[in-house]
């Protein structure tokens, strides 16, 4: 087996490289990387990621996998996948563009007229405009086609009421791209249409949630009679359905595996800096036990994904066999962080990063392990695509598909 760069990508990756250090500093390899999740979106690190996407914008290096039309460089997915692999070797701010460029930017590619496309692309590649996924409801998360937030034509206009969950970074966010039910009678999938909307419009409320951690990455939006043009709809009236359906195939290759399971040499550390019978606990065999279960599966996880590396170097696209990536990695994350709590004892519960061992990355992590294990897509979907699609069982019994949505039973309102 050769893992190795072809001649193509080590030509690439050097180039990636040599971008990269001209304009970013190098993380010195024992220093610890902080937690995806546990970066704190404040204003100063928004403005250091405007900055740094502009940066890769003028020189060409912004959202490299977009069309060269759109400013981009018509990448392959191994060249992104080359691109990311270098970047990560170098500090950079927090990713605020995830949800933008690997997810919105592609459906407005698929789905927007000619004006759409000039009007928005430009823009949010260059990241001086910030844009969120306003999909999940209180009562639609999984089983999305069965959200309700309205828009009702009105003239040139929609007018929308609802209320949307689970909006991460809204509160900075300028645009938002939402589904809404705007034919109650037609069957679930079939009423919905998708449609761009303001974030700062008056008639929208953001209010941020509080998570476990301390952070607020996701927010509650609720819609009072926001009107949006029609030319902001994405897609035509009763098709949102097909365009969401871009925007989550475009998210399980933007979230990716998701998860800290990468970081079993810090874990190793830890096992080595924390005493335990008068030497360290990494001279303990349960503790080596543990560990050594760890590294297994990491390292199946890291084979599995090679799989899907070399089908992308070959130019083949990878299938839903993905979703194996996110339902190993994200709990295999939630043990180490779980296991590195018991190893630091009352330490594990600091979350203070100058008293806290390595940077109190741990309590943060094993705080938003579950978190992981939801977004884009929970277990039990997984396994239920992976079931359906891969091993090709029976599919799921969906009593409502052909229903009209009016007519599709729900439990009583709350009182
Ligand atoms: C960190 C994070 C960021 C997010 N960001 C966004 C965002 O930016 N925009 C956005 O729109 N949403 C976002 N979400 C929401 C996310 O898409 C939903 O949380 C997810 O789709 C699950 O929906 P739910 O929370 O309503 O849970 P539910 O769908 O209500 O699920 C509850 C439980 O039932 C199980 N279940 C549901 N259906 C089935 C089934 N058919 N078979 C077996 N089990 C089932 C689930 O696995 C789960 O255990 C985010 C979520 C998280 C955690």
Redesign the pocket.
């Known amino acids: 087996m050769d893992f190795d760069d072809t001649k193509e990508e080590a030509a690439f990756r050097a180039k990636a490289h040599a971008f990269l250090k001209e304009h970013l500093e190098l993380l010195d390899p024992d220093e610890i990387r902080p937690n995806a999740?546990g970066e704190r979106e404040d204003e100063s690190s928004i403005a250091w990621a405007k900055r740094w996407q502009l940066t890769k914008a003028e020189n060409g290096w912004a959202c490299i996998t977009w069309p060269k039309k759109y400013g981009g460089q018509g990448a392959t997915s191994m060249q992104s996948v080359i691109w990311n692999q270098e970047q990560s070797k170098f500090k950079t701010p927090p990713a605020i563009y995830t949800?933008g460029h690997g997810m919105l930017g592609p459906t407005i590619m698929a789905h927007g007229t000619d004006e759409q496309k000039q009007k928005y692309l430009p823009d949010m590649l260059r990241g001086q405009e910030v844009w969120?996924?306003?999909?999940?409801e209180?009562?639609?998360?999984?089983?999305?086609a069965g959200l309700r937030t309205s828009a009702v034509k009105d003239g040139d206009s929609w007018v929308l009421n609802g209320q949307?969950?689970?909006?991460?970074?809204?509160q900075y966010c300028d645009w938002g791209m939402i589904v809404t039910r705007t034919d109650p009678n037609a069957a679930k999938h079939a009423g919905l249409t998708y449609f761009i909307v303001s974030m700062k419009d008056p008639g929208i409320e953001i209010r941020p949630i509080k998570q476990i951690n301390g952070a607020s990455?996701?927010n509650e939006v609720f819609f009072t009679d926001v009107r949006v043009p029609d030319s902001q709809r994405l897609g035509s009236e009763g098709n949102g359905w097909a365009v969401a359906l871009t925007t989550l195939m475009n998210e399980r290759v933007a979230i990716g595996a998701g998860g800290g399971a990468g970081r079993f040499r810090e874990l190793m550390r830890l096992a080595g800096e924390m005493p335990r019978n008068g030497g360290s606990a990494l001279a303990d065999p349960a503790v080596r036990q543990r560990l050594a279960d760890i590294y297994v599966k990491s390292k199946g996880l890291q084979y599995t994904s090679y799989r899907t590396l070399s089908a992308l170097s070959r130019g083949a696209t990878p299938g839903p066999e993905g979703s194996i990536g996110k339902l190993v990695g994200a709990p295999l994350s939630q043990q180490m962080a779980a296991f590195a709590l018991e190893l630091q004892g009352p330490m594990g519960a600091v979350m203070n990063e100058d008293l806290a061992p390595q940077d109190a990355i741990w309590p943060d992590s094993y705080l938003g392990a579950p978190?992981?294990r939801?977004?884009?897509?929970?277990?039990?979907?997984l396994?239920?695509i992976i079931a359906e699609r891969v091993l090709r069982l029976p599919p799921?019994m969906r009593v409502d598909k052909n229903v009209p949505f009016r007519d599709v039973p729900t439990g009583p309102p709350s009182k």
């Open positions: 999740l949800i969120c996924q306003l999909f999940s209180p009562a639609a998360g999984s089983d999305l949307k969950i689970w909006s991460t970074g809204a990455g996701f978190g992981i939801i977004a884009g897509g929970t277990d039990e979907i396994r239920n799921e």
